[in-house]
C-alpha cells in the first residue's frame, strides 16, 4: 500500500507542474495589458507605466517571471493580487468557503435525487419509469449551466418571486463570519439571538438555485451511473437466491443490492466532486455569488496575472489531492488496483 501510495504521490509532480505551466503561459497570451488596465488614462505616461511594471516583475522574460512564480509557490507564497494588493492566498481562504458550501450543497442535492432515480429506474427496467427518468437525465446532462441558471432565474426569482436573483443573504442581514459557511454561521448562538432564525432562511433561499444549477449535472451521471450499476448487480446470483427465498423486494434492493451498487457510485461522488468545484465557475458568475469562480472571471478580466495563476493552481492542487484519495479508498476496497 505505500509503495502504492508513493507512486501515486510521484505522479502528481508532473500534473501540478504541467498545469502550472499551462496556466501560466495560457494568460499572457490573452489579450491585454494588466498594467494599463490598472492605470487606466494615466497609463499614456511612459515613466510611470514602466515603473509599474518592473514593480510588478513584468518587465522580466517570461522564464524569468515562471521561475520566480514557481520558487515562491513553493514556499507557500503565491504574490499579492495586482488590483486588490491582497495576498492571493489569504483571497482564496476567504472566498473558498462559499464555493465549498455551495459544492457540498449541489452534491447533496444531486445524490438524494440521482441515486433513487437511478434504483426506481433500475427496478422498472424498460416501462414507462425508466425512459422517462433516463431521457430526463439526459436532458438534464446535456444543459449549459448558464443557460439552465437563467432559466431558473427567470422562473423562481422573476415570474414566481420565490427565491433571491443573486448573492448569499439579504442586505438588511449582518453576519459574523466565524467558519465562512453562510448555513453554519447563521444558526451560531451570536446570530440566533440577535436576529432569529431569518438569516438563515434567507441564506437557504439565496443557495437553492446556484445548487440545483450546479447540481443538474452531477444529479444526471448519478441517475445513470446509480441504474448501470444497480442492473448488473440484481443480474447476480446471490440475488436471485434472495427473491427465491420469498425476500420483500425492499429488503433485496436494500439490504443486498444498493449496499453492493454503491461502491461505484462513491467513486463518482469524489470524482465529481472537482469538477463541481471548476463548474462553480459559471454558476457564481451567473448567481453573483461570492466564491472563487466569481473571484477568477473577475481576475481574468482584470488580467490580474497573480490571482489567475494561484487560484487555478489551488484548485487543481484540491482535485489532484481528491483524485487522489479516491484511489486510495478504491485501493483499500479493491486491493487488485494497487498492482
Same mark, same amino acid.
Given at each position: ?13 508532473? @500534473? ?11 494568460? +499572457? ?13 494615466? *497609463? ?6 514602466? +515603473? ?18 514557481? *520558487? ?16 492571493? $492566498? ?19 442535492? !444531486? ?36 443557460? /439552465? ?24 442581514? %449582518?453576519? %459574523? ?13 451570536? @446570530?440566533? #439571538? ?16 446556484? !445548487? ?13 451511473? @446509480? ?32 449496499? #453492493? ?16 468545484? @471548476? ?9 453573483? /455569488?461570492?466564491?472563487?469562480?466569481? /473571484?477568477? $472571471? &473577475? ?16 484548485? !487543481? ?15 483499500? &476496497?479493491?486491493?487488485?488496483? +494497487?498492482?
Amino acid at each position: 500500500m505505500l509503495k502504492f501510495l508513493f507512486k501515486k504521490l510521484l505522479d502528481l509532480i508532473p @500534473t501540478l507542474v504541467g498545469i502550472s505551466i499551462l496556466s501560466f503561459v495560457l494568460i +499572457r497570451l490573452v489579450p491585454g495589458d494588466p498594467v494599463m488596465l490598472m492605470l487606466g488614462e494615466r *497609463g499614456a505616461d511612459p515613466e510611470v507605466y514602466s +515603473r509599474m511594471k518592473s514593480e510588478l516583475g513584468l518587465d522580466q522574460p517570461m522564464y524569468k517571471q515562471y521561475a520566480t512564480f514557481i *520558487g515562491n509557490a513553493i514556499q507557500g507564497d503565491l504574490g499579492k493580487s495586482i488590483i486588490s494588493k491582497r495576498s492571493v $492566498v489569504d483571497e482564496f481562504f476567504s472566498r473558498f468557503p462559499a464555493t465549498l458550501e455551495l459544492g457540498i450543497c449541489s452534491l447533496i442535492f !444531486a445524490a438524494l435525487l440521482g441515486i433513487p432515480f437511478g434504483i426506481l429506474a433500475a427496478v422498472k427496467r424498460n416501462s414507462f419509469y425508466d425512459y422517462f427518468l433516463m431521457g430526463g437525465s439526459l436532458v438534464g446532462y446535456s444543459m449549459p449551466i448558464f443557460w /439552465w441558471g437563467l432559466i431558473l432565474i427567470l422562473f423562481f426569482s422573476v415570474q414566481l418571486g420565490i427565491t433571491p436573483v443573486s448573492g448569499r443573504i439579504g442586505i438588511m442581514f %449582518e453576519v %459574523e463570519t466565524v467558519t465562512g459557511f453562510m448555513l453554519i454561521d447563521t444558526l451560531l448562538p451570536q @446570530t440566533l #439571538n440577535e436576529e432569529g432564525i431569518g438569516p438563515f432562511l434567507s441564506a437557504l433561499s439565496h443557495l437553492v438555485l446556484p !445548487a440545483i444549477a450546479m447540481g443538474t449535472i452531477p444529479l444526471a451521471v448519478m441517475a445513470r451511473m @446509480t441504474r448501470s450499476s444497480m442492473l448488473e448487480v440484481l443480474g447476480e446470483d446471490y440475488i436471485r437466491t434472495a427473491k427465491a427465498k420469498g425476500l420483500p423486494i425492499r429488503k433485496i434492493i436494500g439490504i443486498h443490492a444498493l449496499r #453492493n451498487a454503491l461502491i461505484p457510485i462513491v467513486t463518482i461522488i469524489g470524482l465529481m466532486f472537482g469538477s463541481i468545484i @471548476t463548474g462553480a465557475i459559471l454558476t457564481e458568475t451567473i448567481f453573483s /455569488w461570492p466564491g472563487i469562480g466569481k /473571484w477568477l $472571471v &473577475a481576475s481574468i478580466n482584470g488580467r490580474d496575472y497573480p490571482v489567475i495563476q494561484g487560484g487555478i493552481l489551488f484548485i !487543481a492542487t484540491m482535485i489532484v489531492i481528491i483524485n487522489l484519495l479516491v484511489d486510495l479508498v478504491y485501493a483499500v &476496497a479493491n486491493p487488485k488496483m +494497487r498492482s
